[in-house]
């Protein structure tokens, strides 16, 4: 069982098969170029997708789908842990540029990030993110998350750069 979180305009709630051809779409665009696409087939997007709900399972959290009050789905937040990170990563993508510049991410993720922290007990975790994208390093400065130069960084020829999100009650 997923829990849902609410925020004043957003509810956070698992995978649901109804959400794949939005998040497939997003696949093949050109603004998912930090996160694995563009141009992804449907077998590597379903393949993605299946990762989403199974880490739940797998290590009792993982991303949840973003969606208005009215139902629409917009994008997916929230941790993720695959076997070649080296720490927990919390991530964000919303799935299409109508839904940008509203603040959506960033209340998503301020409530995820006092869940996490609170029903998780965790003490920190981290954002790697490519060095050209400029919305996603702003997202995790507004969060308050801070570069750490001393990170393990993931496996791999793509650079990144490491922000530490600490608990609400440390960047406070």
């Known amino acids: 069982m997923i829990p849902s979180i609410q925020t004043k ?11 794949f051809d939005a998040y497939a779409a997003f696949y093949k665009q050109q603004r998912s170029k930090f996160v694995g696409g563009p141009d992804s087939t449907v077998g590597e997007s379903w393949r993605g997708f299946a ?16 969606t208005l009050n ?8 929230g941790p993720r842990h695959p076997i070649e990170l ?27 990030q006092l869940n996490s922290f609170e029903c998780l007990n965790w003490t920190d975790c981290v954002s790697y993110i490519d ?4 919305t996603s390093i702003a997202v995790s400065e507004r969060l308050g998350a801070v570069i750490d130069p001393t990170a393990h960084h ?3 020829d793509k650079s990144c750069i490491v922000y530490r999100h600490q608990t609400p ?3 406070q």
């Open 169 to 171: 009650e440390a960047i």
């Open 131 to 134: 060095p050209e994208n400029t």
């Open 9 to 19: 305009r957003l509810t956070l709630r698992g995978p649901q098969f109804g959400d």
């Open 70 to 77: 009215d139902g629409t789905a917009i994008g997916h937040v």
């Open 86 to 112: 080296p720490e927990c990563e919390m991530g964000w993508c919303l799935w299409s540029e109508d839904f940008e510049g509203k603040g959506y991410v960033l209340e998503a993720m301020k409530a995820l």
């Open 154 to 156: 993931p496996s791999g």
């Open 51 to 66: 990762a989403l709900a199974g880490q739940w399972m797998l290590r009792g959290y993982g991303k949840y789908i973003v």
